[in-house]
Structure formats: C-alpha cells, structure tokens
C-alpha cells in the first residue's frame, strides 16, 4: 500500500496519544501487509471514512493500556472498562487519531475523505475479518501495554 | 455568569468539555448528542454561546449551526471537531459559525476562542 495513505495514521496515533493522555510509544513495527484477519488484543476500536478512496482505521488496544488511557484522559482511579463513557473515550480518540490524518490526506492530496461515527468492541479472543480491502498492520508499544493499528484502503492516490 | 450549550456524540467530550468550562467560570446549561438535540436545547435555553461537533447521528453539526443561524442570526457558535481540512473549515464558516476548533484540545484553546466570541 501506498505509505503516503499509511504514514499521517501512524504519526496522528502517537502525538494525539501522547498529547491527550501522556503516554508515549515507545516501539513501532514497520507496517506489515495484513492477511484480511486481526486477532484483537481486547478493546478494538474501528471507524471507517469515505471520499474519492474508502478507507477504515482499526485501533486495537491490551485492556492494561486502554484502562490507563481512560485513567488518564478522565481522571477515573479505576475506570469500569465496559462502562459506555469509557468506552466512548476510545472511540473519541480513534474519531480523534481518523481525523487528524485526514485533516492531513485531505489538505495534500485532495481526498475529501469524511468520517463516519467510529464503534468499540471489547472481549478477549476476537477475531476481526476483512478480505476485501487491502490493510497493513503496525504493531506499537508503550509502558502501560501495547496496540495495533490496521489501516486499510480501497483504492489509492494517482501518481 | 455566561451559559453553554455543548453539542457532540461523544460522551467523553461533554465530560472534558464540561469540566474546562466551569473550572473556568461558565455555567454549562444543556447536553446535545446531536444536531436535532441541539437545535431544541438552543431553543429551549437559548444559551451565550455553543460548542457544535460535526459528525454526529440524526443530523450533523453544520446542518444545526444553518437551523439555528436561520432562525437566530444572533446565535454564536464555535465548531470543535475531530476534522479540519480547508474544504470543511469553509463550509463551517460559511454556515455561520465564529470559530473553527481542531480536536483534540486544552484549557487555553477553549478560553482563547470563547474570549473571541463573547
């Protein structure tokens, strides 16, 4: 895949994280091409946008690291994971990463990408399946836990 | 003390925004989870000023900043939203909105653009 289309949602991934919440990454993989399958570490957030390319952004966090994320943005000691305002937060920060990259993919390349309100699913052993768009998996870490971002697009930017 | 209306789908951002507000002096008066919420909240309170998300179910933020602009030209609303590209910055304003906000954001960025407004 393009990195063009990749790169602003990795780059949005670590400075919003860092800027709303503190956390710094401290790893990333290079992306990898995804196989259309994720196994999800836990609590699994996933928006999807739209303009003259389809595209979707998942964001898949250990139950540790979404937790501390919450305590953070919050304020909450211990923060009940399933609680509809807290996992509300991870959606807001995904809608939050979706947008600044395609603030950015928009700006550049004319994309006129919009979003569409993002959902989370929580529960252990999730498998999440798409064959039909082509994806690219980065694995990330951080020293609450670590996370995924799968980045997938239907089409690409004319050369 | 200035009144408040914050319109977004998003439970967390109520929660921040809310917070930034009155720990800076302004009385939040009402909770919108989407356009059509916050055109009868506008109605019904007929607040200072607004926060208006875009993105969100039942009717979108720049749909409900023209319903209120139309019927209150007085109304002052500033965008806070998670998109900021050129194309949707002038739609915004050309819908009537004071102020264009890029998500995320803090204390300074909420009190400066309010200070602009009111």
């Known amino acids: 895949m393009d990195s063009r289309l990749i790169t602003p949602y990795i780059e949005s991934t670590v400075q919003i994280i860092r800027q709303m919440t503190g956390i710094e990454v401290t790893e990333l993989s290079d992306p990898a091409p995804g196989s259309g399958e994720l196994s999800a570490y836990g609590v699994t957030s996933v928006i999807t946008f739209a303009g003259t390319i389809k595209g979707r952004l998942i964001i898949d966090f250990q139950p540790e690291l979404a937790l501390q994320i919450i305590k953070n943005l919050m304020g909450e000691e211990n923060p009940p994971l399933r609680d509809r305002l807290m996992l509300g937060c991870i959606a807001e920060i995904n809608n939050i990463i979706a947008g600044d990259a395609n603030t950015l993919l928009n700006n550049q390349y004319g994309l006129g990408l919009r979003l569409a309100p993002p959902m989370v699913v929580t529960g252990g052993k999730m498998m999440l399946a798409s064959s039909k768009v082509e994806s690219v998996t980065v694995f990330g870490r951080t020293g609450y836990g670590d996370f995924k971002l799968n980045i997938a697009f239907q089409g690409g930017l004319a050369s | 003390m200035k009144r408040i209306l914050i319109v977004d789908d998003s439970p967390m951002i109520h929660n921040l925004l809310r917070k930034t507000l009155e720990r800076n002096g302004y009385e939040v008066c009402g909770d919108a989870a989407n356009g059509r919420e916050g055109v009868e909240l506008y109605e019904k309170h007929r607040p200072d000023l607004v926060f208006m998300d875009i ?40 819908a009537g909105v004071e102020v264009f906000l890029k998500k995320p954001f803090d204390d300074y960025k909420i009190i400066s653009a309010i200070a602009k407004v009111i």
Do not use: C
Not at chain 2, 63 to 78: L, N, Q, S
Not at chain 2, 85 to 92: N, Y
């Open chain 2, 55 to 94: 993105t969100m179910p039942v009717m979108d933020g720049i749909e409900a900043v023209k319903t209120i602009k139309g019927k209150y030209p007085e109304a002052k609303i500033i965008m806070l939203t998670a998109m900021g590209d050129d194309e949707i910055m002038s739609e915004a304003l050309n």
